[in-house]
């Protein structure tokens, strides 16, 4: 077979299949939208290559890192330096929009149906993009949070007005001292509400949106329901994929999408319920809207 034909029949398989689910969206009772990583790459967040070379030359020269998560985890001699480093990681991550209208388009996509967004995504993307606060539930916490480093209390605080003084303000690698983020209660020092170990605070808007998702799930029990899943690899499989799957299996009247470049799977037991398309989520986006 020439490579000619193969790129048409695969051509073809792709378009089937974009109609296939603009089909299934528009027909779906509820849309349950899974998000990792993948999502925010595809919208332009890369944490490597020319973006991070663009915010952070002089912490790779100095230290050779060779992306942000290896400056986010390095023990820096003092905290005016960790918080250098990580006012602006915080800054460009949260705090500015994404390149690309990826979270736009999927709004246009679902903002008229009954959706809910279960994400470990941390840059708040989905509210930029005009989804319900109601509507979400991130598991894994959010760069525009801190919390205490103890933690001494089960709080978070809003932090937007302290990194962007903390990233306007330093010079030389390093933050005023009296920048420093501490805890109000206690007077030590502050962290990032990111779940890396079991010091992860789950406030009462943790536990609240924690509540959403389950009464949604409760609600379309017995709906036909999407199951649209972005983005996600195999990091934290436990808290929207596999479940997707486990979900899916149960029910007659549920669809499981996958849609991840160079990382999709579809499990046998679901397959006839199932569409998986290895391709950039931007470009699949643009072309479901092209309908």
């Not at 920048?179 to 789950?202: H, S």
């Not at 199951?227 to 899916?248: A, H, R, S």
């Not at 549920?254 to 989520?281: H, L, M, W």
Request: charged share 25%; hydrophobic share 35%; aromatic share 14%.
């Amino acid at each position: 077979m020439s490579l000619g034909i193969m790129a048409m029949r695969a051509a073809k398989t792709y378009s089937g299949k974009i109609e296939q689910l603009r089909e299934k969206i528009e027909n779906a009772d509820a849309v349950l939208i899974g998000a990792g990583a993948g999502l925010s790459t595809s919208a332009g967040f890369t944490y490597s290559g020319d973006r991070f070379k663009q915010y952070f030359s002089d912490f790779i020269e100095k230290y050779h890192f060779r992306n942000m998560y290896e400056g986010g985890f390095y023990p820096f001699d003092s905290l005016e330096e960790h918080w250098a480093y990580w006012s602006r990681y915080i800054y460009i991550n949260r705090y500015m929009d994404a390149p690309k209208p990826v979270y736009d388009n999927l709004f246009e996509l679902v903002g008229n149906k009954d959706y809910f967004v279960l994400t470990t995504n941390v840059d708040h993307c989905f509210q930029k993009a005009g989804f319900a606060k109601e509507r979400l539930f991130y598991t894994q916490g959010d760069y525009g949070l801190f919390q205490c480093q103890t933690p001494c209390r089960p709080y978070t605080y809003d932090n937007e007005t302290q990194v962007k003084r903390m990233a306007e303000e330093q010079k030389d690698m390093r933050i005023p001292t009296e920048l420093i983020p501490k805890c109000p209660v206690c007077g030590k020092p502050m962290t990032m509400n990111l779940r890396a170990d079991a010091t992860f605070v789950q406030d009462d808007g943790w536990n609240i949106h924690a509540g959403y998702y389950e009464k949604f799930l409760n609600t379309h029990k017995k709906s036909k329901i999407l199951f649209l899943e972005l983005g996600v690899g195999y990091n934290t499989p436990g808290i929207i994929k596999y479940p997707f799957w486990q979900m899916t299996s149960s029910s007659r009247n549920a669809e499981y999408i996958c849609i991840n470049k160079g990382e999709t799977t579809v499990p046998n037991e679901i397959r006839a319920q199932s569409i998986e398309i290895d391709a950039d989520i931007y470009d699949v986006l643009n072309d479901l809207l092209s309908i």
